[in-house]
């Protein structure tokens, strides 16, 4: 039986499937923007991509079964033929396990381990995104097919110091995967003394709270599927690797948010000029220079339009609501709604979202060639604030967030089957 415990996470090692030393930069695959073309484009140039195991390549495609049956049987043959060439390896040994991501100086360290699905369906690792089933489906349906559970879910906690002191003396030892790509190294350092993985689970059990900061889609289809394997499997115990899903813990103080920008593709309905005097009548608005647009403080949101560049203050707009008064949340409330008819930001066709680093000028020149009409620019939701609003059982608006970091398929998958 699975153990009721309250505001903890309940994390295990397990024998997680890695890339070999000499293969790890070839092997693992960013999957932010993978599009089903880029992923065939990076399949035919690099045989031993994981793209080989998401995407596969068919060549036949007059084998029984449907196409998607064909590419889930393609998939299991090119992991059967990654494992027996080595190019993905299972441990022998159950590992927690460390990874450390750098850049530039900017070192990321997290502990990559596997959490209980209970834990996501008690809420006692907090969540603040609503989950569309569409997307859940096609993930849930990936496990069932395969069993692979290669995209962790990204959960953050408050700094806590004793757990901070085993990873720093862990990070003493040689790390077992060390790798260049991308200008970035990936380290990882497996942690299979029994007594410091007791000690680990014995911090993460006596953590008051754990919130999900990326991966609420990939959390509910893990959970929809160890819950489906229950009910099929008569002789259930809980100890099953379906009852678990893929996770990093990495501290709120070394987690990035960065926002997602608004950009619209307007059509002849809308007025030019009443966009402007709407916006001159009803908010405190000042031309700045186009260099500025990106915020340096909350409250304060970059408007591109026509080739000039604004600032809009919503300070006047607050009203000591941490829900309402967050910059999208305002964006949406006063502006997108009232002046662009845009009622459900996730649907509506004329609204765009980019996210994460983003090179300014040249977004500005798409903006000037056409392809959209505005651009609003907006300062990033504080982890504070996202953690209070979780707290509360509230959840975040559409595209709130964007965190960093993001995490390589292939680099660590877990077999939930």
Not at 74 to 81: C, S, T
Not at 98 to 125: A, C, E, M, P, R
Not at 186 to 201: A, G, L, R
Not at 293 to 299: G, R, S, V
């Amino acid at each position: 039986m699975i153990s009721l415990l309250v505001n903890m996470p309940n994390i295990k090692p397990f024998k997680a499937i890695l890339p070999s030393q000499a293969k790890a930069s070839n092997v693992v695959v960013g999957l932010e923007n993978l599009s089903i073309s880029s992923a065939k484009a990076i399949g035919n140039a690099n045989p031993f991509s994981f793209v080989h195991l998401l995407v596969p390549k068919i060549e036949n495609y007059y084998l029984r079964g449907s196409k998607q049956e064909i590419a889930f049987k393609k998939i299991a043959e090119n992991f059967d033929d990654f494992i027996q060439q080595e190019i993905l390896v299972k441990d022998k040994q159950e590992a927690i396990y460390i990874y450390t991501k750098s850049k530039n100086g900017n070192v990321k360290t997290g502990i990559w381990t596997v959490s209980n699905i209970h834990d996501y369906l008690s809420n006692q690792i907090k969540k603040h995104e609503l989950t569309r089933l569409e997307r859940e489906k096609g993930l849930v349906e990936y496990l069932q097919q395969t069993g692979l559970d290669a995209n962790p879910v990204l959960i953050t906690f408050e700094k806590n110091d004793d757990l901070e002191k085993i990873i720093k003396n862990e990070k003493l030892k040689p790390a077992h995967l060390d790798f260049n790509i991308a200008d970035e190294q990936h380290q990882i350092w497996k942690v299979t003394d029994e007594i410091v993985n007791h000690n680990i689970q014995a911090i993460f059990r006596k953590m008051p709270n754990t919130y999900i900061a990326d991966g609420h889609h990939r959390a509910a289809a893990a959970c929809s599927y160890g819950v489906e394997r229950r009910l099929l499997n008569l002789k259930h115990n809980g100890s099953e690797e379906y009852n678990y899903f893929s996770s990093v813990y990495i501290s709120a103080d070394q987690l990035e948010i960065l926002p997602f920008h608004r950009f619209l593709k307007l059509n002849h309905l809308f007025d030019h000029v009443e966009i402007l005097e709407f916006l001159m009548d009803n908010f405190k608005i000042k031309e700045i220079e186009r260099k500025d647009l990106i915020p340096t403080k909350e409250h304060f949101i970059g408007f591109y339009y026509q080739n000039k560049a604004y600032q809009i203050d919503f300070n006047d707009f607050l009203n000591s609501n941490i829900l309402h008064d967050l910059d999208v949340s305002l964006l949406q409330k006063n502006i997108l709604k009232p002046l662009f008819n845009v009622n459900d930001p996730r649907e509506d066709e004329k609204l765009y979202f980019i996210g994460g680093e983003i090179d300014l000028e040249l977004n500005l020149n798409m903006i000037d060639l056409g392809k959209f009409d505005i651009a609003f620019f907006l300062y990033p939701t504080s982890i504070k604030d996202l953690m209070k609003i979780a707290d509360l059982g509230e959840t975040m608006p559409p595209k709130s967030t964007w965190f960093e970091p993001k995490f390589l398929a292939g680099l660590i998958t877990h077999e939930m089957d």
